[in-house]
């Protein structure tokens, strides 16, 4: 299997330390769903506007939204790209998972198909189930 290149892997390193956080998560989920102020994104939570901005300045910093100036309001944006990134990560480590599993199927299989014959002809000489 190839190497992940230490550039990739540093630009994940930040997002996934972003996402560790449950109130981050939500913050995310949100924003899915569409843009919104720093007030909106406050609503739903117990803690105050300036705890959302830290939370919002952790998800900026590792390039998950960013802000911009909509008049007299600040809206924070979901980057996909971002997104884009980690699931091209996550599926490379799926697909590897998934050729082990395949692997370990087929040995189960063979084995199984061994002790198949053997058993049957345990039965035989006994003359009935064994």
């Known amino acids: 299997m190839d190497r992940q290149q230490p550039a990739q892997t540093d630009q994940l390193s930040p997002v996934f330390a972003a996402l560790a956080d449950p109130t981050r998560r939500e913050l995310v989920a949100r924003l899915a769903l569409g843009d919104a102020t720093v007030s909106e994104l406050a ?9 959302i901005s830290k939370h919002l300045k952790v998800l900026e910093a590792s390039g998950l939204v ?65």
């Open 43 to 51: 609503e739903p939570h117990d803690m105050s506007v300036q705890a």
């Open 66 to 130: 960013t802000k911009t100036r909509d008049a007299q309001r600040r809206r924070v944006h979901l980057e996909a790209e971002v997104f884009d990134l980690m699931t091209k990560w996550i599926e490379r480590y799926r697909r590897e998972a998934e050729r082990r599993y395949q692997r370990l199927d087929a040995l189960l299989e063979e084995m199984q198909q061994i002790e198949q014959p053997a058993a049957d002809s345990g039965r035989q000489r006994t003359g009935g189930a064994a």
